[in-house]
């Protein structure tokens, strides 16, 4: 289960920002699916968790949007991380046309649970 967190500059216009919404949860899935947690296509509640978060006065940033996924440890995912993030990156150009952000992967030890 992917957690997400999109940090943006004040700039960047609301309908870009649902867009990128609605496109990750599918996108993020593709990205760390692995044969420990296999994706199937069919996002159920809680499999991906995006947060939003604006930038506030006192940050600092170069870019207009950060995404960074965190993601548990497998060492599938691991061996490749470099390529999936990059993968990400183009899907996301590709998908949203954002132009000035970036990626980052972290693939913590770790572990989840959800009630039913």
């Given at each position: 289960?992917?957690?997400?967190?999109?940090?943006?500059?004040?700039?960047?216009?609301?309908?870009?920002?649902?867009?990128?919404?609605?496109?990750l949860?599918?996108?993020?899935?593709?990205?760390v699916?692995?044969?420990?947690?296999?994706?199937?296509?069919?996002?159920?509640?809680?499999?991906?968790?995006i947060?939003?978060?604006?930038?506030?006065?006192?940050?600092?940033?170069?870019?207009?949007?950060?995404?960074?996924?965190?993601?548990k440890?497998?060492?599938?995912?691991?061996?490749?991380?470099?390529?999936?993030?990059?993968?990400?990156h183009?899907?996301?150009?590709?998908?949203?046309?954002?132009?000035?952000?970036?990626?980052?992967?972290?693939?913590?030890?770790?572990?989840?649970s959800?009630?039913?």
């Amino acid at each position: 289960m992917p957690l997400v967190e999109v940090t943006y500059a004040p700039g960047v216009a609301e309908s870009e920002l649902r867009e990128l919404g609605s496109a990750l949860p599918h996108l993020v899935s593709k990205a760390v699916e692995c044969p420990e947690e296999p994706y199937d296509g069919a996002l159920k509640p809680g499999d991906v968790e995006i947060r939003f978060r604006r930038l506030s006065p006192l940050d600092h940033s170069g870019l207009d949007v950060v995404i960074e996924v965190k993601s548990k440890w497998f060492e599938s995912r691991a061996s490749n991380r470099q390529e999936r993030v990059d993968k990400l990156h183009e899907d996301v150009r590709t998908t949203t046309g954002l132009r000035d952000f970036g990626i980052y992967l972290s693939l913590p030890s770790a572990a989840w649970s959800q009630g039913d």
